[in-house]
């Protein structure tokens, strides 16, 4: 009498699709490493080609970036995301104080944090260079079919909700 498959039958085939899917995500996580660097270059290549990276540097652009989608950040806080010394970061945010893009505030609560804001100038300049950018990209995948086009955006948004989700779990 025949109740199924061999238990270790089924056990093996379980394995055999853990060790699809992880070979598969790590084939996955080598493409995003090769991947995003290169994407990152060619922005900074279009931000010099235009003359924006003269006008302001790749990290003080993902300072303003950082400060639009978090307001009020400490230069602690903005430090870790640039991934340099708070001196460093402070340094940088100096020159955007200088030129109005962003603006210092004292908090009451904690005397020596500062809270940083962008300025209208500055959520104005931010607005300018991504749209810039935005155009230049776009430029580049006009080669592509709109079905090509709509699978990058589909893997983006997959990659883009795995990374917010892992990070949400981080703290």
């Known amino acids: 009498m025949a109740i199924g498959p061999v238990f270790g039958e089924n056990n093996h ?23 995003v660097p ?9 931000m010099r080609a ?24 400490s230069v602690s806080e903005l430090a870790e995301h640039l991934g340099v010394t708070r001196a460093t970061a402070s340094a940088n945010t100096e020159r955007l104080v200088q030129r109005s893009f962003v603006h210092r505030c004292d908090r009451p609560e904690e005397r020596r944090r500062v809270a940083l804001k962008l300025t209208e100038a500055g959520k104005q300049h931010l607005q300018q260079i991504r749209a ?6 776009a ?18 948004i997959l990659l883009q909700q795995v990374f917010e989700e892992s990070l949400d779990l981080m703290g």
Do not use: H, W
């Open 50 to 73: 235009r003359g924006s990276y003269e006008e302001m540097s790749v990290p003080q652009f993902r300072t303003l970036a950082f400060l639009d989608r978090n307001p009020g950040a």
């Open 13 to 35: 085939q379980m394995g055999s699709k853990k060790s699809a899917r992880k070979k598969a995500s790590e084939q996955c996580a080598a493409k995003v490493m090769e991947t």
């Open 132 to 137: 810039q950018t935005r155009a230049y990209i």
């Open 38 to 46: 290169l994407v990152m270059r060619f922005i900074r290549a279009d």
């Open 139 to 156: 430029d580049s995948l006009n080669s592509l079919t709109e079905e090509q086009i709509a699978l990058i955006e589909e893997g983006l």
